[in-house]
């Protein structure tokens, strides 16, 4: 069995020449990377194009990545600058985004444990119906910065790499955005 390599530890390793540690990369974040180019793109061909070329971009400047930011955060720009330059180059319209916080593939058998009855499950369905009604009414801004830290799990600081703009920005939108949001859930708890 290998041992599995911090980002950090690959990147550095590929930029001393072991270009095919960026494999390791790819397996680990296309998924997530392929998510992010949903929202943007709906077709799943020209996700995947887009999510190729994100790599791609990636694979080609990886020797320059200055351990600035997280690679998470660092390719993740690349693939929403990637998807918004395909959108405008093919003439169509930046989309208002819609996020599904339901993020399905990072659920563990604790999380199921927790919908063991039909009533809890049809309680939590209600609930993220609700907080995706919700969400998706919320300004760009901060529907961005939920999706970031809530769903992506993202910290304060990467979020504000990722935004260019400054972390009392971030907290801030996070804070008027969980404000909206949980006002709608008030009625449920009385």
């Given at each position: 069995?290998?041992?599995?390599?911090?980002?950090?530890?690959?990147?550095?390793?590929?930029?001393?020449?072991?270009?095919?540690?960026?494999?390791?990369?790819?397996?680990?974040?296309?998924?997530?990377?392929?998510?992010?180019?949903?929202?943007?793109?709906?077709?799943?061909?020209e996700a995947l194009d887009i999510t190729q070329e994100t790599f791609?971009?990636?694979?080609?400047?990886?020797?320059?990545?200055?351990?600035?930011?997280?690679?998470?955060?660092?390719?993740y720009r690349i693939a929403v600058n990637t998807a918004k330059n395909?959108?405008?180059?093919?003439?169509?319209?930046?989309?208002?985004?819609?996020?599904?916080?339901?993020?399905?593939?990072n659920i563990s058998k604790q999380d199921i444990s927790e919908y063991?009855?039909?009533?809890?499950?049809?309680?939590?369905?209600?609930?993220?119906?609700?907080?995706?009604?919700?969400?998706?009414?919320?300004?760009?801004?901060?529907?961005?910065?939920?999706?970031?830290?809530?769903?992506?799990?993202?910290?304060?600081?990467?979020?504000?790499?990722?935004?260019?703009?400054?972390?009392?920005?971030?907290?801030?939108?996070?804070?008027?955005?969980?404000?909206?949001?949980?006002?709608?859930?008030?009625?449920?708890?009385?």
């Amino acid at each position: 069995m290998t041992k599995e390599l911090k980002d950090d530890e690959i990147i550095r390793e590929f930029q001393k020449g072991n270009t095919l540690v960026f494999d390791e990369l790819v397996i680990k974040y296309q998924c997530r990377i392929a998510r992010v180019v949903t929202r943007f793109v709906h077709d799943p061909s020209e996700a995947l194009d887009i999510t190729q070329e994100t790599f791609i971009k990636a694979y080609k400047a990886l020797d320059r990545f200055q351990f600035n930011s997280s690679f998470y955060t660092w390719i993740y720009r690349i693939a929403v600058n990637t998807a918004k330059n395909h959108l405008i180059a093919n003439g169509r319209k930046l989309p208002d985004l819609d996020y599904d916080v339901r993020d399905l593939d990072n659920i563990s058998k604790q999380d199921i444990s927790e919908y063991s009855s039909p009533e809890k499950m049809l309680i939590c369905e209600e609930i993220n119906s609700i907080f995706n009604h919700e969400v998706e009414k919320l300004p760009i801004e901060l529907r961005t910065v939920i999706q970031l830290r809530d769903v992506d799990g993202m910290t304060y600081d990467q979020i504000a790499n990722v935004m260019g703009c400054p972390i009392g920005t971030v907290r801030s939108r996070i804070y008027r955005a969980r404000e909206v949001i949980g006002s709608k859930f008030d009625p449920l708890y009385r």
